[in-house]
Nanobody, 126 residues
Framework: QVRLVESGGGLLQAGDSLRLSCAVSRLTFSRYDVGWFRQAPGKEREFVAAITWITSNTYYADSVKGRFAISRINTENTVYLQMNSLKAEDTAVYYC???????????????????WGQGTQVTVTS
């Protein structure tokens, strides 16, 4: 079965940097768009960033634009989320998700993705 495994979470201070990884197995990875979402306690899961499979176009939530960068290496079936200038409000469980040919208009929605990882905790103290 398809598996997405996130790693790289941790406890950091405001201003620190961190890179999350999402390893995907048993999926024709190169045909799927991949997104990162996050969910803070008591809040809904929200879009963070996404990258398409064909052209590697990237999309970002306004709250992380200029601070986070998403990238993918298809030969390694891995997607990365580089997070810089972290803030306390970035604290959340971060999830990666894979969706087949996601339309750009809905790339920020959870419903567009068929497969999800279990998440990795990122905690930023101020």
């Amino acid at each position: 079965q398809v598996r997405l495994v996130e790693s790289g979470g941790g406890l950091l201070q405001a201003g620190d940097s961190l890179r999350l990884s999402c390893a995907v197995s048993r999926l024709t990875f190169s045909r799927y768009d991949v997104g990162w979402f996050r969910q803070a306690p008591g809040k809904e899961r929200e879009f963070v960033a996404a990258i398409t499979w064909i052209t590697s176009n990237t999309y970002y939530a306004d709250s992380v634009k200029g601070r986070f960068a998403i990238s993918r290496i298809n030969t390694e079936n891995t997607v990365y989320l580089q997070m810089n200038s972290l803030k306390a409000e970035d604290t959340a469980v971060y999830y990666c998700a894979a969706g087949f040919r996601v339309q750009s208009a809905v790339i920020h929605t959870t419903q567009a993705y068929q497969y999800w990882g279990q998440g990795t905790q990122v905690t930023v103290t101020s």
